[in-house]
């Protein structure tokens, strides 16, 4: 089978998130978006993780290992971005003399990855308040736009870079404390077997 490593068109990267979120993520061909739906699932455990510390109750010892789970996600999260870069500028030329971009690729597409969790789960919530109000509901248009804006905001960036009008540098995950031991890069991907589920 033939590997594809260009970038699908950004409304389809967003239908395969929202899909992923309903559990509909096969093996993909293409490298990038198989990358991607790794990342997304990393960002939706350490959200599910983030929802566990704040239950009412919840013990030291609870959020104390859901701590820990989540900084192992978060360092788990920060290599597939590089990757996402490392994958999308080994297919991109692009001009060395081009303007820079604030953010990478990678960087952004972890961005719409959060928004589609924090647009899905929201959602969630909306239909689970049956007391009258509205709070989460009110929340969805706004935050609908915002996916439209990055999502037409990314599709221009690629469409710059692949124009050599723009560049970007890849992301390069810098921690000031060093790695504690299992956590180097690739170990918590390897040691800790495949980061979707099932």
């Known amino acids: 089978m033939m590997v594809e490593t260009a970038l699908p068109p950004v409304a389809e990267i967003v239908v395969e998130l929202e899909r992923a979120l309903g559990g509909a993520s096969p093996a993909s061909p293409n490298q990038l978006l198989s990358l991607l739906l790794e990342l997304h699932d990393s960002n939706v455990r350490q959200w599910d993780l983030e929802d566990e510390t704040r239950v009412p109750g919840a013990t030291d010892s609870v959020v104390a290992d859901a701590k820990r789970a989540i900084d192992r996600l978060n360092l788990t999260r920060h290599h597939l971005i590089e990757d996402i870069d490392a994958a999308m500028q080994a297919h991109l030329r692009q001009s060395t003399s ?33 007391d009258g109000t509205d709070t989460y509901a009110g929340r969805l248009p706004g935050l609908h736009r915002q996916l439209a804006a990055l999502s037409a905001a990314l599709e221009v960036l690629l469409r710059d ?28 991907r390897t040691g800790g077997g495949d980061s979707r589920p099932g």
């Open 98 to 130: 081009a303007p820079l971009a604030t953010e990478s690729p990678g960087m952004v597409l972890d961005r719409l990855s959060v928004l589609i969790i924090r647009i899905a789960r929201t959602a969630e919530k909306a239909r689970s308040i049956s």
């Open 161 to 188: 870079v692949r124009a050599g009008t723009r560049r970007f540098l890849p992301y390069e995950h810098q921690k000031l404390y060093a790695a504690q031991p299992g956590t180097e890069r690739g170990s918590i």
